[in-house]
């Protein structure tokens, strides 16, 4: 009777799935507790294949019942940046550089506003934001992109970034 149960749920979820069509073979998705690109899309199950190639088969009615997230559902994406620098650096230097990386990079869109801007003042840090528009396509190279381009121009400026001490006491 249990089994029966779950498999008329995983039966409605996947004509719920098919009929109202929230994603589509192609796209990448996060639900149900896992996330991928969705390879099919049946009555029982939809398979998606994660970033790491692994094949994960989610029953449709879990599916169904959660909330979806379609990465790929616009042709554009927004990246967002935490950066911290050492709390006596000074801030519009820091805007500056970190400007200047994105407004560089190749696949940030232009014609969309690049925000950067510095955020609060930690015990340890200060702390600056950046978002920016990229196309779906690019998100993730921009991502490591920029992480890596900010920590050259920093070091090449000599913007320290701070790094949480911890002191040992010697006991006799």
């Known amino acids: 009777g249990l089994a029966l149960k779950g498999s008329l749920s995983d039966v409605a979820g996947g004509i719920q799935i098919l009929v109202s ?5 192609g796209d990448f998705i996060i639900a149900a507790g896992t996330e991928g690109a969705v390879q099919k899309i049946s009555f029982l199950y939809t398979i998606l294949n994660s970033v790491d190639n692994k094949k994960i088969i989610v029953p449709n009615g879990k599916l169904s019942s959660s909330i979806v997230t379609t990465v790929t559902a616009n042709p554009q994406r927004r990246a967002d940046f ?12 820091v805007r500056e550089v970190l400007f200047d990386v994105v407004n560089n990079h190749p696949s ?3 014609d969309k506003d690049i925000f950067v801007k510095f955020a609060k003042e930690t015990p340890i840090a200060s ?22 381009e900010v920590k ?21």
């Open 21 to 25: 069509k929230p994603f589509k073979k």
């Open 82 to 93: 935490l950066f911290f620098t050492d709390k006596k650096c000074n801030i519009d230097k």
């Open 108 to 110: 940030v869109l232009k």
């Open 127 to 148: 702390e600056f934001i950046v978002r920016v528009w990229t196309l779906k396509e690019n998100f993730r190279d921009l991502n490591a992109d920029i992480q890596e």
């Open 152 to 172: 050259k121009r920093f070091d090449k400026e000599g913007i320290r970034i701070p790094y949480q001490s911890y002191e040992i006491k010697k006991y006799l």
